[in-house]
Antibody, heavy 121, light 106 residues
Framework: EVQLVESGGGLVQPGRSLRLSCAAS????????IHWVRQAPGKGPEWVGR??????????EYAASVKGRFTISSDESRNSLYLQMNSLKTEDTAVYYC????????????WGQGTRVTVSS | DIQMTQSPSSLSASVGDRVTITCRAS??????LAWFQQKPGKAPKSLIF???RLQSGVPSTFSGSGSGTEFTLSISSLRPEDFATYYC?????????FGGGTKVEI
């Protein structure tokens, strides 16, 4: 069964850092493109960033609102993906989801259940 | 950035009703449009991709149509488990953007 499980969320002060994890089971994460999507309380979803798969060099793209502060990386040995979030702002408060792209396509197929990040002093 | 506008933002319906949700893009996204369902505390569930193709395991009561800038999601006969919030999003380039959601309530 395909599963994506996010973890690492919590309460953090503005300006600090946090690293979210996305652990995959039922498939090999490095075979797929993966996106991060976030959803602030009471708002619609917002795209955060994407990493290509290993075959395509793990190249990344980011939303303008997080570029230069957030970084996506992969750990094949753990079948996991990470979202390193630096210089956090209150507007980064949201539930963060990792989302799998169906192999060889551009569309999403599986979402994780999300991890909540609250940036507040 | 491409703006995605969904309507209505909420609707009330009954089990067995037919429901239609509209999603409009501010620019042509071809058929690179998807719909997903979200319930509180649950992982979002992808329903439709490429505007009209059903994800594996999604009941045939769901259907999608449209291309370019106007798209619809239809549920032909509402089941109790279909009461949820539905979102559209495009994937025709970066940034991906999402509609504001449509809450389907009893």
């Amino acid at each position: 069964e395909v599963q994506l499980v996010e973890s690492g969320g919590g309460l953090v002060q503005p300006g600090r850092s946090l690293r979210l994890s996305c652990a995959a089971s039922g498939f090999t994460l490095s075979d797929h493109y993966i996106h991060w999507v976030r959803q602030a309380p009471g708002k619609g979803p917002e795209w955060v960033g994407r990493t290509r798969n290993k075959a395509d060099g793990y190249t990344t793209e980011y939303a303008a609102s997080v570029k230069g502060r957030f970084t996506i990386s992969s750990d094949e040995s753990r079948n996991s993906l990470y979202l390193q979030m630096n210089s956090l702002k209150t507007e980064d408060t949201a539930v963060y989801y990792c989302v799998r792209v169906a192999f060889g396509t551009r569309h999403f197929d599986y979402w994780g259940q999300g991890t909540r990040v609250t940036v507040s002093s | 950035d491409i703006q995605m506008t969904q309507s209505p933002s909420s609707l009330s319906a009954s089990v067995g009703d037919r429901v239609t949700i509209t999603c409009r893009a501010s620019q042509d996204v071809s058929n690179l449009l998807a719909w997903f369902q979200q319930k509180p505390g649950k992982a979002p569930k992808s329903l439709i991709f490429d505007a009209s193709r059903l994800q594996s395991g999604v009941p045939s009561t769901f259907s999608g149509s449209g291309s370019g800038t106007e798209f619809t999601l239809s549920i032909s006969s509402l089941r109790p488990e279909d009461f949820a919030t539905y979102y559209c999003h495009h994937y025709n380039g970066f940034p991906l953007t999402f509609g504001g959601g449509t809450k389907v309530e009893i």
